[in-house]
């Protein structure tokens, strides 16, 4: 009848304080009732009564409806609690403490079936989470349909007393309104979120298990509700101090419809400024009725504006070609801040390429022809692009089976190319294999290379074997002229760094870090002669036209004048007092391919672009102290009092401060007793 129970129990012995008993026991029960008072139901009774070491708690609800024209209410679990403890001072039954209160809903229904308005929505309240977790679904004049979700917590991550929220809005099912070039706008909708952020890594690996679908215009939330709201609680996290807001629209293209692209552009803010981009492409040929051709795709984009990155994310689901199941992921990663970097995957990459730290791993580009147990046929492909190669490759795999015997086959191929000058290398394999009862009949395999093109180098392996007999060929060949191409015109790499370092906008003056200023420059400083900087800053030159102190043997694609070169810049002199300069080299990203010959494994490992000196910083390691300055004459005061409602004054005779005494007092005034003045000898005379 709707009656369970459990039992927790501890019983425990010490030398020191004995037996000892804990734990907790719980009774809840659960009975429908069908009383009715007009339009109140009672729905049914809930009981339940709990134990926990020194305390018993104990409530009882009821589960009310309450039905208005059409308008149906039904509340869970709402009614009264009364928890029994038994303190050492005593309370309000003498050895024990009584303690009535109210229970507040776990749940809140709500149906509506009116003309014009038919749908329905749910409030929750989880006291675990202190969440409270909401969704409504209605249809309006049979035609637009409006879907809410929203999230509230009462209390932030670290225990703190505060909220988050999240509210989520779309409305569908309008006349479409066209906005040009064929695409109608279908469906609009909004997200936002007070202290929240975005998980990204829970939306990239969710790109594969559908997460989006929270997200982007969600099917029937009401019956999807608990898989919904548990995609948002993981996507969007409560954050202190983090908000993030957006639109999103559906948009579809082609009369009838044959693609439906749904976008979300949402910002976070405050800093670190960040701008994700969500989308779904569903793309279903010749017509939606019948496709012969479906893709499904999933993406997410973020530009972080803070780190200077841009990535870019992509899978396919539920994608076919006729018959045929169309798989792949795809992967963009664009740096410009602090660790610069530019690969494009579509597919996957070279198997020797070392992938950088944090990318995904990608399923190739994949179309399965067949995929039963008796005849398996796929063929896979991908592309690639760095800064210092470009990669490509295909491979077809089959399996047929019957009457105990196995037959399998595989043919690819894995390119890297150089374009210019144009060299490459491809790497070709293929392999057959008879069996029966998986015993190896006979099987033949090759694998080999070919690259060029001055010369052509071609070299390889074959193998057959059959049964207990196996023979093995290796081959190599060269061919074709062996005179390289013409090179490009030699270039003067020492002549355009001079330019570089001649040029006044790669050279600045900055202050440390946290350093008061002091003093300031006026407005207007020439663009033009010497460079004017901050007595106290730090000088700093730097060139972007290649790497230094390390060998160059070409830049770009072009020799160098006087063949390998090296390039050191350095500074020369004393500064005021003949004090010593403190020299620190600058680093810029640098692909290094530009600059050195690499080895075809030496780009497939080395990063795409690497913190390659490319200038100095110099900074006095003590700079002088003249206290002396400015103390040599006497200073003379003027003091004239300006008030409309007396009359005039008559001047009177100034007041000198000798030097002597200005001597004295300098060390007790803002200069004097400057910080910079009290660690070493840090006061430049400017």
Known sequence: QGLSTELDFTIGWSSQTGVHFGGHAGLDAYWPLTTSIGPLTLGALRIGIATENDRIAAHAAFDPGLAIGPVAIQIESVGITAVLSFPESGGSLGVADLSLGFKPPTGLGLAIAAPGVVGGGYLGFDPQRAEYSGMLQLELAD??????????????????????????ITAEGFAPIPIGLGFTLTGIGGLFGLHRTVATATLRDGLKTGTLNAILFPVDPLRNAPQLLSDLRRVFPPTAGRHVFGPMVQLRWGTP???????ALLLELP??????????????LPNQTHPLVQIRLDALGVLDVSAGTVSLDATLYDSRILQFTLT?????????????????????????????????????????????????????????????????????????????????????FDALIQLAPLAFQVDVGAALALRYHGHLLMGISFTGSLAGPTPW????????????????????????????????????????????????????????????PVVTFRDGVPQTGPLRVHPLAELTVRERIAPLNRPLTKLGTAP?????????????????????????????????????DLREDEQLARPSFEAL??????????????????????????????????????????????????????????????????????TLVA
Request: hydrophobic share 45%.
């Open 143 to 168: 035609r637009i349909a409006l879907k809410a979700m929203g999230l509230l917590t009462t209390r932030l991550p670290d225990g703190r007393k505060g909220y988050s929220l999240l509210i989520l």
């Open 257 to 263: 419809t044959l693609l439906t692209l749904e976008l």
């Open 271 to 284: 800093a670190p400024v960040r701008l994700i981009v969500l989308g779904r492409l569903q793309v279903l």
């Open 328 to 412: 792949g992921d795809m992967a963009l990663r664009a740096g410009w801040g602090s660790q610069p970097q530019f690969i494009l995957a579509i597919g996957g990459f070279h198997p020797r390429f070392a992938a950088p730290p944090g990318l995904p791993a990608l399923k190739r580009l994949a179309l399965s022809l067949a995929d039963g147990d008796t005849l398996q046929l796929r063929c896979a492909a991908y592309l690639a692009v760095t800064s210092n190669t470009v990669q490509f490759g295909a491979r077809v795999d089959l399996h047929a089976a019957g009457g105990g015997f196995s037959f399998d086959g595989l043919l690819g």
């Open 457 to 516: 180098q071609v070299q390889g392996k074959a193998t057959i074997k059959i049964l207990f007999f196996k023979v093995s060929v290796r081959f190599e060949r060269q061919f074709g002229t062996k005179t390289a191409p013409p090179l490009p015109a030699a270039v003067d790499v020492v002549a355009q760094v001079t330019a570089a370092l001649a040029d006044r906008r790669n050279w600045s003056g900055t202050l440390p870090r946290q350093e008061p």
């Open 560 to 596: 160098l004048v006087g063949g390998p070169t090296t390039l050191t810049v350095t500074a020369t002199g004393s500064g005021p007092a003949g004090l010593p300069w403190k020299t620190m080299p600058v680093h810029e990203p640098f692909a290094l391919a530009q600059f050195d």
């Open 613 to 682: 000196e490319a200038g100095l910083t110099v900074a006095l390691d003590e700079v002088a102290t003249d206290d002396a300055a400015g103390l040599s004459a006497p200073i003379a005061y003027e003091t004239l009092l300006i008030d409309p409602t007396r009359p005039p004054e008559r001047p009177k005779p100034g007041y000198v401060l000798s030097a002597a005494v200005l001597a004295r007092l300098a060390p007790f005034g803002a200069a004097g007793q400057a910080a910079r003045r009290t660690r070493r000898a840090t």
